[in-house]
């Protein structure tokens, strides 16, 4: 179990400051954190657990602050461990302060010895760390990446929700949550899509789940790292975490094709060889879903063509129209009552939407989802207003997180 942060500080920080104290003067820039790497090597099994257990208290610290993120360490924090609450990010007074070299072992304590060589060769990695705390005992799961800040070592880590939110909370119609059922439509992709911190994750973990409960599938999510770890009910869900249980997201949809899967979940398309990997398996009779940082359904099918060589757009141009089947581009916007609500675009798949694709006709697109309503679709700018009229958001916070405020002043009525 996790002692109170209160409980585990003082004898942490007495570790940390002996630990420091052994650092030679002459131990400077790039050689320092691998010196700091051996230190941790050093420590025994309790000194471990400690600075474990102090990295943990902090972390359920943040949980029950309901902060989404945590900053820890780096020259950036100036000593302080800094949250995100309800989209604001702010440094927290009540927190332990923090030496950039005490920060940094603490982090590289939470790591194997090979992520610390990747973390050393790649001047980052991306990890996921969980552990058991409270009484009775819950899992408390984090989406984790630490890299480099003026030669000291940060961390960012992202509290993954011990529950799923349902599909049906989302405001999606019923048209567009067919469309992106393995039942309704056995094959094609589905993208999520939005800026870092849109929910995305959560929004792909919604559908997966509203699989597991409805689906005799399976299914097979390819992530770096492994966010949520959902059970098996109705759908076989295999968890392959990049890096550890497969090299590479490419490598993980071409290897998921020899493992009889239903539906593939590909954590990022971030790379032309992952989409082009995505589109092919689609292509194959599939359903895939994955996620883009684009803000919008337009900007995200001009983003998937202008990945590939020109000469190669009109080919991916036709594969993608013939395989793309929902986009929804989602934003967190922030509420009257202090929280976050979000507002989304939905494009549905139609003829006249495909031909549009094909004839890399993308900027009719957007009209064409402004009159969809009967298929399915929103804008973002009307899902904003519909935000807007409900009470739910102020005026300023619709004009500015709107696509395009020219024409969310024109619908809102405002010259």
């Known amino acids: 179990m996790v002692p109170p942060l209160e409980q585990v500080t003082p004898p942490a920080q007495a570790l940390l400051s002996s630990m420091v104290q052994q650092v030679p003067r002459s131990v400077i820039s790039a ?13 025994n099994y309790d000194q471990k657990g400690l600075l474990m257990d102090f990295m943990n208290s902090i972390l359920v610290t943040m949980v029950k602050k309901e902060a989404s993120d945590i900053e820890f360490g780096g020259l950036a924090t100036m000593k302080n461990v800094w949250l995100r609450i309800h989209g604001k990010k702010d440094r927290i007074a009540d927190l332990p302060s923090l030496h950039e070299d005490e920060s940094a072992i603490v982090v590289l304590n939470l790591l194997s010895d090979k992520q610390k060589e990747g973390l050393f060769h790649n001047k980052n990695i991306d990890f996921s760390h969980s552990f058991y705390a409270g009484e009775p005992p819950r899992m408390y ?17 992202r509290a993954i929700s011990p529950t799923v939110r349902k599909v049906d909370t989302l405001g ?8 992106m059922h393995h039942l309704y439509i056995k094959q094609g992709l589905v993208l999520i899509t939005g800026i870092t911190g849109s929910g995305k994750s959560s929004t792909l973990d919604a559908i997966v789940d509203m699989h597991n409960e409805t689906d005799n599938a399976q299914v097979i999510i390819i992530a770096q790292p492994i966010e949520f770890v959902h059970t098996s009910i109705k759908c076989i869900i295999r968890h392959r975490e990049v890096g550890k249980d497969v090299a ?31 589109l092919e398996v689609a ?44 986009v929804v581009s989602q934003k967190l916007l ?29 900027g009719e697109i957007y009209m064409m989802i402004n009159q969809g309503a009967a298929q399915g679709m929103i804008t ?28 969310m002043k024109q619908i809102l009525g405002i010259s």
């Open 31 to 43: 050689e320092r954190l691998p010196f700091l790497a051996k230190l941790v090597a050093s420590l």
């Open 141 to 157: 799961r984090f989406r984790a990446d630490a890299y480099y800040d003026m030669d000291s070592l940060a961390l960012n880590m």
């Open 172 to 179: 999606f119609s019923k048209m567009a949550i067919q469309a």
């Open 248 to 278: 590479s997201f490419k490598d993980g949809v071409i290897q998921s094709l020899r493992q009889d899967p239903d539906i593939i979940i590909i954590g990022e398309m971030r790379d032309p060889e992952t989409i082009m990997a995505a």
């Open 283 to 326: 292509d194959t009779g599939h359903k895939v879903f994955s996620t883009l940082h684009t803000s919008s359904a337009v900007e995200s099918i001009d983003r998937i063509i202008a990945e590939v060589h020109p000469n190669e757009q009109p080919r991916v141009r036709s594969r993608l129209a013939d395989v793309l089947t929902v």
């Open 334 to 362: 922030p509420s009257l009552d202090g929280k976050r609500v979000m507002a989304k675009e939905v494009l549905v798949m139609t003829p006249s939407i495909q031909s549009a694709i094909k004839n890399n006709n993308s």
């Open 380 to 407: 973002m700018e009307q899902d904003i207003k519909n935000l807007y009229i409900s009470k739910k958001i102020s005026l300023e916070t619709a004009i500015s997180y709107a696509n395009q405020k020219n024409r």
